[in-house]
């Protein structure tokens, strides 16, 4: 009987006013690819950030290959062979990859230097190990998120981990990227090491791993062998009932009216004569793979980024001057992909980060008005359900899935008329899942138009009165949800098929 690598007894971990982890025991095997799941606030992360030594338990032991260690950093935690990929990448955008990779490790000289010889050869070793192949001089910001997850996996390879934890890396990629971090997880696990997967795309974890551990309020719900149950037994688990999930009723009555119009947008390798319109009370999907430019499109809409020639209307008047703010007062809101780097200000509270859009509202002169602001602040936490210890905690401190709310609510506030939500699900469980797309349904059917990309094709034709496909920065085809399937989205996607056209309605 092999020893476990990793075995956690009796785990509890306190936050103020939160019992986050509730006597929690948990193992994992050499060699096993064991998944965690569970929904927002069920006590994932929390108890991995544990095993990384980020956060210490409150009661509990921790053994790793038998022996009982404490962990007071991150750095003891490596010490043992453990690693831990976040979601949002630890990486330095400045820096190149081999610098990323072994930063506060440098192999040095006998003066003391830093050795970039050996720097760059040890870096190309890790990514030989991945079977991947790429600049070691490229900065970080230029090489797309696929990459910059490869270099996440060569650092923790580069302490001589044995134990990686992975914290939804499928959050950030998909298609084909996505089959390449499944194969280097299956190298890693012939190689004896002991992958720990987070994902709440419970698809996945049947693909991928062989036992399974369920959490649910801080509790563990049990750990089963992931080949003997079934996909509904799994959402049972973490939601406490039976839950099927099943996408809102789609409108019977979709709006004619044209509430924003493109007309040949275009942007230097980027956006490629983009024309579509987008309707009143329509929820509009826009699918692609990675690199498509569906983001691009978000940003230049909403006037984050630059277009170089072409017009976007909104209500029939041309917008010259395309900004951020100008966007706002135009009733535009616009929920990122990335909310760590993009969404949240993670030093402010939540009250706070759900006010931003509307300051004007909650101020007399210069002068925020606590009380108006922990009124729209209050009303919004229960409108949305965010689950928070006060109005005044720290964003950061929220699960993915609330701190996802936060946003919401917080264009929720402006009283949108169009509201661009890119990959709105990333990284959210079942339940809240639901709840986001009944509220996004509630919305239509009060007139406000939706722009929906996302790379789940399931939630593309589950949500959509119509969808829109991208490749290569340009619109390949449109199709309405009625003849949609995820067969001729793909098609279109990998610009294997001929535009069936464009923009219409």
Known sequence: MPINTVEMRGVVKYFPGVLALDRVDFMCLPG???????????????????????????????????????????????????SIIY???????????????????????????????????????????????????????????????????????????????MDEPSAVVSGKELEALFRIIRSLKASNKTIIYISHRIDEIFQISDRTTVLKDGKVVGTVATASVDRPTIVRMMVGRSFAE???????????????????????????????????GEILGIAGLLGAG????????????????????????????????????????????????????????????????????????FVILDQKEKQI??????????????????????????QQKVILARWINIAPDLLILDEPTRGIDVGAKAEIYLLMRRLSDRGVAIMMISSELPEIIGMSDRIIVMHDGAIMGELFSAEATEEKILMLATGQAGKTGQGGG
Do not use: C
């Open 246 to 280: 099943v996408f809102p009723q789609k409108g019977t009555q979709i709006s004619k009216d044209d509430l924003l119009v493109l007309n040949s947008v275009t942007r230097a390798n980027i956006l490629k004569n983009i024309s579509f319109r987008v309707h009143r």
């Open 32 to 82: 096993e690819i064991h998944s965690i799941v569970g929904e927002n606030g069920a006590g994932k992360s929390t108890l991995m950030k544990i095993l990384a030594g980020a956060y210490r338990p409150d009661e509990g032991k921790i053994f790793i290959r038998g022996r009982e260690v404490s962990f007071s950093s991150p750095n003891d935690s490596q010490g043992y062979g453990v």
């Open 294 to 365: 569906r983001t691009e499109l978000a940003r230049a809409i909403f006037g984050a980024d630059p277009f170089d020639k072409g017009e976007i209307s909104m209500r029939g008047i041309r917008i010259k001057q395309r900004r951020p703010r100008t966007s706002i007062a135009e009733g535009i809101g616009f929920v990122t992909e990335n909310r760590a780097q993009d969404g949240l200000v993670h030093s402010l509270s939540v009250k706070e980060n759900i006010t931003l859009a509307i300051l004007d509202k909650v101020k007399r002169w």
């Open 87 to 165: 979601q949002e990448f630890n990486l330095i955008p400045e820096l190149n990859v081999a610098e990323n990779m072994f930063l506060g490790r440098e192999p040095r000289n006998k003066f003391g230097f830093i050795d970039n010889a050996l720097l760059y050869e040890k870096s190309s070793e890790m990514l030989a190990l991945l079977g991947v192949q790429m600049d070691l001089k490229s900065p970080i910001k230029d090489l797309g998120i696929a990459k910059q997850q490869m270099v996440e996996i060569g650092k923790a390879l580069s302490v001589n981990a044995d134990i990686i934890v």
């Open 377 to 402: 602040g209050s009303a919004a936490i229960k409108q949305f359900n965010i689950i928070v210890s006060s109005i005044q905690q720290e964003v950061k401190y929220l699960s993915g899935g609330n």
